[in-house]
């Protein structure tokens, strides 16, 4: 792998170092020197240059990013598609990917996670509205941010939903944990694609494992196909039932069974965002006869075996048309025995059957329901048989149903047995008297009472010391069974009335609104202000990231009104001394030539006006096509605001010509060498006759010689005898 670090792409990106390495491309951590800003720059792996299909793979990125605008998709700056090398620039992010936040917190809150699939969800919903499916949705491809937010990233192997739509199942595009039944099947793709790898990644959040797993990728690959995911909360019983509907809609084998796109499965999440308590009435088809594969190998026939007229007897050809009369009547009765047969078996299985006329009816949710108070004898569930396994649990208290099978939901014939696991009786104990201690000598008084499921929370109290236990959930004095989860609340010095002010800064209005109130802070005043930001755009907020407020404060906001503002900026520097020659002045902004005139190089001050829209604005100045001046100028602000100054040095970097002082005095030959701009000149001394005493008897260099001011220029005064 050739690496391009301390290189520089197209004299403007400055390669610092690798910051990810993926199958057909590495990507880089560059300084953009025109936009003065860090980008990423994603560069195609070398010896895939000569691969068609994956420089078709690595255009069609960016193609499919180039059409999308969205806070929560990665932006792209910039493309180059050489020969030679092939490069997408993009904006950097500074965060890291779901799948290490998942490593790192094992299974991610169910709160936290519908936080981060509000925003994930938009973006995707802005792709497929824009003719865009990613097809490579994984925890790898999506970047959380400092702030809280969320970029999608990683477009390699999308696709306009216009254009081509299958999949090869040769090339195995795709991450297999993530891909959708009709992407291993090689079938048609669409944004319902998309939808189940949705469900794979919402899935491993909220409970920590992915639905699939094998030692091969092919093994994952069919159980895509036919297995069934366990419930998720079979795995994580803290898990609301809606959420773990919309997880199981998303992920239906069937693409008629899942959400037919991002926004449906928006509002079934806002639903559930308002009231995590509610149940949604879905009910999926069980496929009992899941997908087979048949091998597409077949009897092979040769084709260059095809016989001549001439190498066959005629009396062959009548034996075969002999054989074929004879064949056809028998083929013809077996058909006709099949037939009835058929129609027997099938009249037996109507007659004395119920096969085709048996009701089927959705499975109840069971879950949680005490089994001998609420299901047994109960006539209301006279239509289904039960198989009761006890087991014990963690999560359930004694008599609950922990686990059921078929899922609620599913649609089942008449007098079908559901499998039911009840929590049995533990021991009942005490809580002992453990408010007020450290939490250590509470950890210990509850182990000795056979308590080992304890479960702490923090709360701020600023009247007791760090590390103590307020209270209790059993509190201290009830009963509980030695296997329910203890609940300390322990006092701590952090006060949770304060939260981190996150950076809304280039989001929309409504978005930041949401985003301030998914941490309980409150929109303030809304100022509109002149910018060549889309409308509504937020510019600025009163109070920075990561400064921490209180709960409940209002954050003001300026968003752009969506008109630039034009601004005027006034730039001093000095000009260079060149022994009072004129020198050619250009002004260059955003690479345009803006100013351009003859001026005095005398080093005196010079100042120069510029009109213009927008906050980044390059500008550079140039004499005698030297580069002397550059900076940054943001006209969105009032007064223009002037950053990054950079000069450079005009005199070090010209030459010019070393002027004849040969049979000059000492003191007019200095005085001539400085007027020309030459600072570094030794006078060396000989003897000479009267006559060229006191005067330059040589030079060196001589003229017409060039030389940079800085060069040496040395000349030779002649002296007397007595001197």
Known sequence: ???????????????????????????????????????????????????????????????????????????????????????????????????????????????????????????????????????????????????????????????????????????????????????????????????????VVLYEMITGTLPFESDSAVSVAIMQLQAEAKNPREINASIPLGLEQITMRAMQKNTKDRYQSAAEMLLDLDEFKRNPSIKFNYAFFVDKQPTKFLSNTGPVFASGAVNTAADIESTDEKDEEEDRKKTVPILVGILSALVVVLFIVIGVLYFFTDIFTAEKIPVPDFLGMYYEDEIKDNTEYDDFEFDVTYVSSTSYKAGQVSKQSPYAGAKIRVGSTIKLEVVTEGTTKTIPMIYGLDLGVAKQRLSAEGFTNIKTIEQYDENMEPGVVIRSTPAEGQSANVTETITLIVSTDVNENLVTVPNVVGTKQAEAKEFLESVDLKVGKITEQDSSLEKGVVISQSVDNPQKVTKGTSIDLVISSGNPSVGTATISLTLPSDGNNNGLFQVYMNNELVNSKNVLLGGSSYSFTLSGTGSNNSVTVYIEKIKVYECIVDFTKSPAVIRNIKTYDYSASTSREVPNVERMSEKDALAALKAAGFTNVTVSRIVSSADNEGKVISQSPQNPASRKPNDRITITVGRGFGN
């Open 1 to 199: 792998m050739d690496s391009y670090v301390g290189k520089r792409l197209d004299g403007r990106y400055e390669i610092q170092e690798i910051i990810g390495v993926g199958g057909m491309a590495v990507v880089y951590k560059a300084y953009d020197n025109i936009d003065d800003r860090i980008v990423a720059v994603k560069i195609l792996k070398e010896e895939f240059l000569a691969n068609e299909e994956f420089r078709r793979r690595f255009k069609n990125e960016s193609k499919a990013i180039a059409v999308l605008s969205h806070p929560n998709i990665v932006k792209v700056y910039d493309v180059s598609f050489g020969d030679k090398l092939q490069y997408i620039v993009m904006e950097h992010i500074e965060g890291i990917t779901l799948k290490e936040y998942i490593e790192q917190q094992k299974i991610i809150n169910w709160k936290e996670a519908v936080h981060f699939f509000f925003f994930f969800l938009r973006a995707l919903q802005h792709a497929h509205d824009k003719g865009i499916v990613h097809r490579d949705i994984k925890p790898q491809n999506i970047m959380l941010l400092q702030n809280g937010n969320i970029k999608v990233t990683d477009f390699g192997i999308a696709r306009f939903s216009r254009g081509d739509t299958r999949t090869m199942t040769e090339s195995a595009i795709g991450s297999v944990h993530y891909i959708s039944p009709e992407q291993a099947r090689g079938e048609i793709t669409d944004d319902k694609a998309d939808i189940y790898s949705v469900g």
